[in-house]
């Protein structure tokens, strides 16, 4: 079966999982998050307290993870490790951290690199994360690059902490997003960087809506749909 495979990435904080989960909805596609699969692996290296930047100690924990990817009656992705339903505790804070750092590791994403492909063979997806367009799906009907300024960035997940009961200094929060930038678009391999073939959103100066929008009206124009 030919699928539309949707790829968007770009850095956190930029609202990928909110607007690519509404327009997959909207279009009836599957919306695959592939940063809550490294999250569910950086949970498991945190649960085992091994130090995420140690690649060797990371890969050797590989083969006691069975990470899997499942949908709700309501279409809503879910985490599965070994056979736990982890959706919600992969999103602590400190997991952000560890995803990241498991992220930069060459056997974690030679690991999940099947999984996320195999996802999009069977159904039209909306996928998003760092690297769809440029390796995971780099013949992907649509590519979008989305993005806003980092203190934007830093402004919405200051927002995200408060309504959580975990308010944070936005000096803070924007010094976490500056770190976690660096090693997403710095790391060897599969580093974040617009594909050349992708369309650029920058939703800086856009609300929710607006950018929900723009998005639907690119994939749209491309799809023809
Ligand atoms: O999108 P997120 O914040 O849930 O992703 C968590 C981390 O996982 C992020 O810091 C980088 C990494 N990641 C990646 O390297 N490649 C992807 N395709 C998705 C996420």
């Known amino acids: 079966m030919n699928t539309i ?8 904080g930029a609202g990928k999982s909110t607007l690519a989960r509404s327009a997959a909805k909207k279009l009836g596609f599957w919306y695959v998050d592939t940063g809550a699969i490294y999250r569910t692996i950086g949970l498991y290296v945190y649960r085992k307290r ?4 140690d690649g060797a100690a990371v890969a050797a924990l590989l083969p006691e993870i069975h990470a899997e990817v499942r949908y709700d009656a309501e279409g809503r992705q879910k985490m599965y490790l070994n056979g736990e339903d982890v959706s919600e505790e992969i999103r602590i804070p400190e997991i952000s ?5 498991v992220a930069e590791v060459p056997a974690v994403r030679d690991y999940l ?15 998003d994360g760092r690297d769809i367009g440029t390796v995971v799906l780099p013949d992907a009907e649509v590519k979008i690059y989305l993005t ?16 959580k009961g975990t308010p ?11 770190e976690r930038d660096y090693r997403d678009s710095h790391r060897e391999i599969a580093p974040l960087r ?14 929710e809506q607006e950018s929900e929008a723009a998005l639907l009206r690119l994939i ?6």
Do not use: C, W
């Open 194 to 207: 617009q594909a050349e073939d992708a369309a650029l959103l920058d939703t800086t100066e856009l609300d």
């Open 220 to 225: 749209r124009e491309r799809v023809g749909q």
């Open 97 to 101: 951290d560890y995803a990241s750092r």
């Open 50 to 53: 091994a130090f995420p930047g």
């Open 113 to 127: 690199m099947e999984m996320q492909r195999s996802l999009a063979r069977d159904h039209n997806v909306i996928m």
């Open 5 to 12: 495979r949707v790829a968007i990435d770009g850095p956190s």
């Open 168 to 178: 944070k200094p936005y000096e803070e929060v924007l010094q976490e997003a500056r």
């Open 148 to 163: 806003a300024s980092i203190e934007e960035r830093a402004k919405r997940r200051m927002l995200d902490y408060e309504r």
